[in-house]
């Protein structure tokens, strides 16, 4: 039997296993049950596809959408894999046929919905072949607790009761809350599974957070900047996406849309338009998304804001699923709160639900909304922000996101938190932002005058701030949790247990706000990526294999992306393949697909160099092309030679910021990424040296036992406004340990 590594390269062309995938197969090997949690593009596929290939029978995989069978069996076809779907889209004659050949064992890989596991037929093959495993992708589907429960995934149980001999059961999903994972492992009674979740960091997205004064045109600019690319943008409302469609198609975009008001011809054909790379841009709803396995979408725009950060990281997780550089960016405007909130009360009102039960969605569904708002408007890291909401904690600034690229002004605006939180006490509470921030400016419109506002001693006490400016402060302190809002839809101002710090003057409140005027919206972030990599000459031959790409998939009648993704073509331009071998080596290249493809793309290399290689990247070298494909982003990971190691100016004690500055002068290539100490500190909380805990109403820092001995120790600092908190110093040994770690063998 051929081993793992053998499979992976011969049939995905790949070298190497990525973060996972190696003991999820491994155990599946084994026969042991297994559910992987990982983030839309990590690559589930492979860890069930591998293993699927190697075991003696058959492998049935439960997928929810036909669309989602149909592109993965395309993708296993392409790869060399015989694979088969069985699906309502077949008839019963198709179906039969596809059942009989999969019973002389035709097929290593069989996708089926799940309703088809109740059907007889499909029962009677079932009990005659021989089944190795059992692939439940999706499987939050499965949980009552998830987005999208669906009932007949509760079948699969049944099923798999029947059968004479159990197969190993692999599950996967990207939704990574506790509830569900349990509802998995319980509903579809794995035993003792391996359960693994991997980071849900996809370190080659870009996030952003704009607030355009006029959407349409930022949207407009963006996609005409963007033009070579793929990218969805997404809408709340059907009539936002006829707008922006409008608007696009008559600025000569090739535009697609999809909502689920249009009939299922039209859906399919702008489906089909998008995926074939005839109209590479998409505007729709959320109705357009699972079924997605378009690998070089290089952009995802939201339109609006989602209803929750569940909705939007899987969303925006679609960008970039080949691994190459893309970009997540959300517009925002206060507006868009109130549309959701409204959408979220019409929800339910069918009468199906109880009361009680319709209280607790509600409950929740403010709860994700608020968390959403959130990420809209905290000056912080996205990327952290995101993290932590999927329970990753203390990954610090990531240094490539809006807020990271931002540069901010900070404000102590101590004094007037304090005159809000006494504006919410005396009001007792039962107002919102809006009559609070209202009355602090001493406003005079109707409903003040309804609540006779102005006989409060706080009335106008902030007079001389905009009104918007003290929202923001009240934001920011919600954010901070030094008041509250009450989950419901009037979200009422409460103060918090660490309000009183405010009041007494134990704690600043510091707002951080735009440098300079204007700054927002100006599309900040945004910067040309692609020429980040390839040089000009470099850009004409990915053009060139792109076109060699679109034609050949046009012949076969397949998405581009399944004959090799933008990331392999872009990879053929850095390595410049000129024998079959090099070709080979080029991740995304198996054999089957080398020889299906291969010769036209040497060709078209050989042609275009006259077989000369030429330097068609900015950087240094293939080393650094490797280091890239680890990395996923534009430069090679940080590390630093033996000498520099050696000479490295160790001090006697240091915060980790400057220790980071240190070892960051001290690299040799300016195509090498800098370290940051947010990733310092990552390694040191994987390893147990450091922790960051929620503790009193903020983020704390610890050194754990190990790190107590390694040389670090906490004490008090004072940051530059004042406000004093604790951080934790790095003596020598502990400096010495660190450079260690990133030294190279
Ligand atoms: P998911 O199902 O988790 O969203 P996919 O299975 O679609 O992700 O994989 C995302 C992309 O990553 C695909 O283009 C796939 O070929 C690629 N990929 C998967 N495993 C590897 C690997 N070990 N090395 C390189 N690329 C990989
Ligand atoms: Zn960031």
């Known amino acids: 039997m051929a081993d793992k590594y053998t499979v992976l390269k011969k049939y995905f062309g790949y070298d190497s296993f990525r973060e996972g995938q190696e003991l999820l197969i491994d155990s599946i090997l084994r026969g042991q049950d297994v559910l992987g949690i990982m983030p839309t593009g990590a690559g589930k596929s492979v860890c069930y596809q591998v293993p699927a290939l190697m075991l003696p029978g058959i492998t049935v995989v439960v997928s929810p959408l036909i669309s989602l069978m149909k592109d993965q069996v395309q993708a296993l076809n392409q790869a060399g894999v015989h694979a088969a779907y069985i699906n309502s889209s077949l008839s019963e004659g198709q179906i039969s046929k596809a059942l009989y050949l999969a019973s002389q064992g035709r097929y290593k890989i069989i996708y089926v919905a799940p309703e088809r596991l109740e059907s007889g037929e499909f029962m009677r093959f079932a009990l005659g072949a021989h089944l190795s495993m059992l692939t439940v992708d999706e499987a939050h589907c499965i949980s009552q607790w998830g987005q999208d429960f669906r009932p007949s995934y509760l079948k699969i149980v049944q099923f798999v009761r029947q059968l004479p001999r159990r197969p190993v059961i692999s599950a996967f999903t990207a939704t990574a809350t506790e509830a569900v994972r349990d509802d998995i492992v319980c509903v579809l009674g794995l035993s003792e599974p391996q359960v693994l979740t991997t980071g849900f960091d996809r370190k080659n997205l870009y996030f952003g957070v704009e607030y355009p004064g006029k959407k349409e045109d930022y949207v407009r600019d963006y ?53 074939y790379d005839r109209s590479p841009v998409m505007v729709a709803t959320n109705a357009f998304g699972m079924g997605i396995d378009k690998s070089n979408i290089r952009y995802v725009l939201h339109y609006n804001m989602p209803q929750s950060m569940e909705n939007y990281y899987q969303e925006a997780g679609r960008a970039g699923r080949d691994g190459g550089p893309a970009q997540c960016i959300l517009l925002y405007s206060a507006q868009d709160v109130i549309v959701n909130r409204y959408l979220l009360e019409s929800k339910g009102q069918n009468g199906e639900m109880g009361e009680e039960e319709l209280r607790i969605m509600r409950e929740r569904d403010e709860d994700r909304l608020r968390a959403m708002s959130g990420y809209c408007i905290t000056k912080n890291c996205l990327r952290e922000y995101i993290l932590r909401y999927f329970g990753e904690y203390g990954s610090g600034p990531c240094g490539s996101c809006s807020n990271c690229h931002r540069e901010y002004e900070e404000r102590d605006v101590t004094k007037e938190a304090a005159k809000i939180i006494g504006c919410v006490q005396e009001m007792r509470q039962r107002y919102g932002i809006n009559v609070v921030a209202g009355t602090l400016a001493g406003e005079t419109r109707a409903k003040l005058q309804e609540y006779r506002v102005s006989e409060y001693r706080s009335y106008g006490s902030l007079k001389g701030w905009l009104e918007t400016e003290i929202k923001e402060i009240i934001s920011q302190m919600v954010l901070d949790g030094l008041l509250a809002q009450t989950v419901d839809k009037y979200a009422l101002l409460r103060t918090t247990e660490f309000s009183q710090d405010v009041l007494l003057g134990n704690r600043k409140v510091i707002l951080k706000t735009l440098k300079g005027q204007g700054g927002q919206g100006s599309g900040s972030g945004v910067k040309e990526r692609k020429s980040d990599i390839l040089n000009s000459r470099g850009l004409e031959l990915f053009d060139l294999l792109r076109k060699l790409r679109t034609e050949a998939a046009r012949s076969r009648g397949i998405p581009p992306y399944l004959i090799f993704s933008d990331k392999t073509l872009q990879e053929m331009c850095i390595r410049v393949p000129l024998s079959r071998e090099e070709m080979l080596q080029i991740p995304g290249i198996g054999e089957y697909k080398y020889g299906q493809y291969g010769e036209r793309f040497l060709e078209m290399v050989s042609e275009f160099t006259g077989g000369t290689r030429e330097k068609f990247y900015f950087g240094q070298g293939p080393e650094e092309a490797r280091n890239r494909e680890k990395s996923g982003g534009a430069k090679a990971e940080f590390s630093l030679t033996r000498d520099q190691a050696e000479t490295f100016p160790y001090q006697e004690k240091c915060l980790l910021p400057e220790l980071a500055a240190a070892m960051s002068g001290f690299r040799n290539s300016a195509r090498m990424k800098k370290i940051t100490g947010a990733e310092i500190f990552r390694f040191l909380t994987d390893q147990k040296y450091v922790e960051e805990k929620y503790q009193e109403g903020r983020w704390k820092k610890l050194v754990l036992e190990a790190g107590t001995e390694a040389g670090m120790y906490c004490a008090p600092r004072t940051s530059r406004n004042g406000v004093e908190y604790e951080d934790i110093y790095y003596d020598e040994k502990a400096q010495r340990m660190i450079v260690a770690h990133y030294t190279e063998e």
């Open 223 to 275: 996609v005409k900047k963007h033009s070579e690319e793929s990218g969805v943008i997404y809408c709340a409302t059907r009539k936002a996406v006829e707008g922006v469609y409008e608007m696009l198609r008559k600025a000569g975009v090739p535009v697609a849309r999809y909502h689920a008001g249009l009939d299922i011809e039209t859906r399919v054909r702008s489906q089909e338009d998008f995926t």
